[in-house]
């Protein structure tokens, strides 16, 4: 195998393939999709939390003008199989979640019927116009209070409103406990979040009754599995079944599903043999799309008087929501595989409770379970700083797995592949003068200011993932095709958002096959034109899908120096191919260009019986193991004494997702990512009231945060490769977020230290930290 | 139905629209200029912005008859030709954008501080945008590409 040169674009920031489209409107996104003759789909959602749908009057909505179909749930529930959950989560409860409810309605913003109209106005105006009578059912909202005995339920016929319980024992914690010089209770809360990607989600179908055949366009992070659920739960052949995901306007994660209004539109276009729209509006997609996070955790720490860490104890409450969606009940174990974080644990001993409410089902959001691990073991550092009285740094450091140890297996069975997390450490710390910054925080201290610096060291699982690991398999695909004047087409099973792939996989084959970005072509988004593929997740796209590219690479160099050899009459062994030349070992003088051997392979006259024509590969890519980023945060923060306002005067970062393919996109996958992050320790919170009434329901009352609300971030790396991927890529787009909500805590409880605070809870809003202060008003 | 005369992206319409219709709506459905998104129904997001008669307006919040006779700009009429505006330009050369569903709301809110602002300091184009959301990019690259086309359209003629 030869070694491709030197690369000239990986590396690079290549600026963006897709943003011409993009900065002159010419993007189509699902909700630009119009068709001859679309019908429009409205909702009509229950304002209550939990209820009993006594009666549903559809008259009046279907004598309006422009309407063309009103369905009930019990209308649809023969039509439309129960939504599907994705899990290998022994005994767990797994209650019915039909696409509109038949009976019962367990959350605000269930859907009870579905209006069909000629166009959009008319069908939202009728379905305010369907009359639903409804018997109030006692409320579930507190995650704690549900697990007890006597709690009102959920789902009344499973008698529990506990899913699933697990149970994590490794080592001898209760040794570990008793050995401890310091012993640290703390509750920690990961508040409910809104996703809220910037488009709402949108579905369009269009039944072709001459084939047979659905075409869905979703705004969705996994067109496959779409296709694959279409399948199940409308009952239509797969095979007769595409999916395409156009442009979509961020996902983060709440596109990773498969809901009910992708179901429901295929159902009424095919029903009614005419295209149609489904556009969600924000307050409806607020309530409808899922959310993330909404985990408590009880949490015991053993350390010994020199800071090292013994043993942890953790009772987890997840609030599952209502309902089981894609991956709902998987999300918190991602939590228990990592709580570990970067340190050297021994023994552990957790009890995860998946728990239901009548609230939006919760499942991935940006970090998904990773968030909540890191929240927790890293504000344990701070806790066990604390009380032994060292430095955060020193604590982290003393718990650190040695660079020599990897690949390092911690406790709960992670095999992280590849690290060193001194580097990063070193490196942030180098970049901030940590000594000084200490030194001035004492000196601002002295003059009654409130100044906090908060570190966060982290370790991700990313790279989704291997398929022995993945209960719906975790490799990717992909198709390059060189065309016969040269240009390259590759089809990729991810599908990107926002993550730029169609720029770096071009990056990748042209430094492979000697040319420039400019002549490759990344397909994705279509399941007609991609086969196959798994989509856009959990850090995915260069680790899983730009290792299948970089196999198909390979394959075509190798055919390439095959068809080389044979053309110049020498060992395809010893044939060379650099920048786009091909020439046998130290004979350059006789090259051939890279076309020459492409029309080669399409002329197809001169090949050998045992070269097939073409020029074209394809490639499944199935991880042995995940892959580990890290990196070390760290915020300074002031506060306002008067008011409670948290200001970040600084945010500095150094990561380590391994190769990097272009720094300016990885630069802007760790800004958007620290944001998120940084919106949850200070900004964001899903509130429910005691009637499972969603108080922050619109873009007026949850806090996305703006502009001035934001940093400027300092950024650093290390690059460390993975062995587990031909490219050494780990993936980038959840790792901010994963680190800066535990470093601006930590910061925000540093800076309030003065007043004997040694926890808060996000989000350290002004009035939460005015309370601290006030000594818990 | 009510009759609206406006000049979009430099080209004259008459049309009849009903009098509710929103000024986003007419633009996405009667004209099929769907640079403008709907992002929210709050006036929060921003992803509807355009400019009337050079001010950066909601098109979500506005009725359509409201802009009667007036000239407004979409994404869609930014460029010049072939020639990328400074805006888009710098947007691109920075990575001021990821998903890009914001974006057009943000280049055309940004054009609005610059036609006001021809020098804004990073905290000034921060308060600027205070009206639009971007999930994805942080900010950071916005508010550098702002800059950036800011100190283009000040080395050129001097007008947005």
Request: charged share 20%; with cysteine; hydrophobic share 40%.
């Amino acid at each position: 195998m030869t070694a491709p040169t030197a690369p000239k674009f990986i590396g690079s920031p290549v600026r963006r393939k897709e943003d011409p489209r993009l900065i002159t409107g010419k993007a189509t996104y699902t909700d630009d999709v119009v068709l001859p003759n679309m019908a429009h789909v409205a909702l009509v959602r229950s304002p209550e939390a939990h209820a009993r749908i006594v009666s549903i009057d559809s008259t009046v909505a279907m004598e309006m003008p422009g309407v063309v179909a009103v369905y009930t749930g019990t209308d649809l529930q023969d039509a439309l199989a129960p939504l599907p959950c994705v899990h290998s989560i022994e005994n767990l409860k797994e209650p019915a979640h039909p696409a509109v409810a038949p009976e019962i309605v367990r959350y605000a913003g269930d859907g009870v019927a579905v209006v069909v109209a000629d166009t959009a106005a008319a069908a939202e105006d009728a379905a305010r116009q369907v009359h639903v009578e409804y018997e109030r059912l006692p409320v579930v909202v507190d995650v704690v209070e549900a697990t007890t005995a006597d709690s009102d339920l959920v789902h009344t016929d499973m008698g529990t409103n506990i899913a699933f319980t697990s149970v994590t024992d490794v080592g001898d914690v209760d040794s570990a406990f008793e050995k401890a010089d310091v012993v640290i209770k703390q509750r920690l809360v990961n508040q409910r979040q809104i996703p809220m990607a910037m488009e709402p989600r949108a579905v369009v179908a269009d039944y072709d009754a001459g084939y047979d055949k659905l075409t869905i366009w979703s705004s969705t992070q996994v067109p496959h599995f779409v296709r694959l659920l279409i399948a199940a739960v409308c009952g239509h052949p797969e095979n007769r079944v595409r999916v395409i995901a156009p442009e979509v306007g961020g996902g983060f994660g709440s596109k990773l599903n498969f809901y009910a209004e992708e179901a429901i539109v295929a159902y009424v276009s095919k029903a009614l043999c005419r295209p149609a729209k489904w556009n969600g509006r924000r307050t409806e997609d607020i309530l409808a799309t899922i959310h993330g996070r909404d985990q408590i955790c009880d949490l015991e720490i053993a350390a010994d008087n020199s800071g090292n860490l013994l043993g942890v104890r953790a009772d987890l409450y997840q609030d599952l929501g209502a309902y089981h969606q894609l991956l709902t009940p998987v999300i918190p174990g991602l939590t228990v595989g990592m709580l570990p974080g970067c340190y050297v644990l021994k023994n552990l001993h957790v009890t995860l409770h998946g728990v239901f409410t009548n609230k939006t089902p919760t499942d991935a959001y940006r970090g998904a379970g990773r968030p909540e691990a890191t929240f927790i073991i890293e504000r344990a550092m701070d806790l066990i700083a604390r009380a032994t009285d060292m430095d955060p740094v020193d604590v982290r450091r003393l718990n650190f797995p040695a660079s020599d140890e990897f690949p390092f297996t911690t406790v709960t069975g992670m095999e992280y592949d590849s690290g060193n997390y001194q580097a990063t450490l070193d490196s942030l710390l180098e970049k901030v003068d940590y000594d000084s910054l200490r030194s001035d925080q004492e000196r601002r201290r002295k003059a009654d200011e409130l100044v906090g610096v908060g570190l966060s060291t982290y370790v991700e699982v990313c790279g989704m993932g291997p398929s022995a690991a993945m209960t719906a398999g975790g490799w990717e695909a992909c198709e390059l095709e060189v065309r016969r004047t040269g240009g390259v087409i590759v089809k990729t099973g991810i599908s990107p958002h926002g993550q730029g792939e169609e720029t770096t996989f071009a990056q990748i084959v042209a430094d492979g096959l000697g040319m420039t970005p400019d002549d490759v072509e990344v397909l994705h988004g279509d399941t007609d034109i991609t086969e196959q593929g798994i989509g856009t997740f959990g850090s995915r796209g260069q680790a899983v899908g730009g290792a299948a590219l970089s196999l198909c690479v390979q394959t075509i160099r190798e055919k390439a120096r095959r068809i080389a050899g044979h053309l110049l009459e020498a060992s395809e062994t010893d044939i060379v191919f650099e920048e786009g030349k091909l020439f046998p070992k130290g004979v350059p003088a006789k090259a051939l260009e890279f076309q020459e051997i492409v029309d080669a392979a399409y002329v197809a006259n001169a090949l050998p019986p045992e070269i097939e024509p073409g020029l074209s590969a394809t490639h499944f890519f199935d991880p042995p193991n995940f892959t580990f980023p890290f990196g070390a945060h760290l915020a300074v923060v002031a506060i306002d004494k008067e008011t409670g306002k948290v200001n970040i005067e600084r945010y500095v970062a150094v990561d380590d997702c391994g190769r990097i393919i272009n720094p300016m996109i990885v630069a802007g996958q760790l800004h958007g990512g620290i944001a998120q992050g940084i919106a949850q320790a200070l900004y964001e919170e899903a509130i429910y009231d005691d009637n499972g009434q969603l108080s922050t329901g619109s873009l007026m009352d949850y806090a996305v945060p703006k502009a001035a609300w934001i940093p400027t971030f300092e950024l650093g790396h290390t690059e460390t490769l993975t062995p587990v991927n031909p490219l050494g890529a780990k993936g980038v787009g959840e790792a901010g977020t994963i680190a800066s909500s535990a470093a601006v805590i930590n910061a925000v409880v540093d800076a309030l230290s003065p007043f004997g605070v040694a926890h808060l809870d996000m989000p350290a809003s002004p009035q939460n930290v005015w309370r601290a202060i006030k000594g818990g008003l | 139905m009510v009759r609206l005369r406006v000049t979009v992206n430099g080209v004259a319409h008459a049309d009849e629209v009903e009098p509710r219709t929103l000024l986003v709506h007419y633009l996405r459905e009667t004209l099929g200029l769907t640079g403008a998104h709907v992002g929210c129904e709050t006036s929060i997001c921003g992803a509807c912005t355009v400019l009337i008669d050079g001010q950066a307006v909601k098109s979500c919040t506005q009725l359509a008859v409201q802009a009667d006779s007036a000239e407004i700009t979409t994404i869609e009429g930014l460029a010049t030709g072939d020639s990328l505006h400074a805006l888009q330009q710098s947007f691109w050369d920075d990575h001021g954008l990821q998903c890009g569903f914001c974006t057009p709301g943000m280049i055309l809110a940004a054009h609005d501080l610059l036609s006001r602002n021809s020098d804004p300091n990073d905290l000034e184009i921060r308060h600027a945008l205070d009206g639009n959301l971007c999930r994805c990019t942080g900010y950071q690259n916005i508010v550098k590409a702002v800059r950036s086309a800011a100190a283009t359209i000040r080395n050129t003629d001097g007008s947005p």
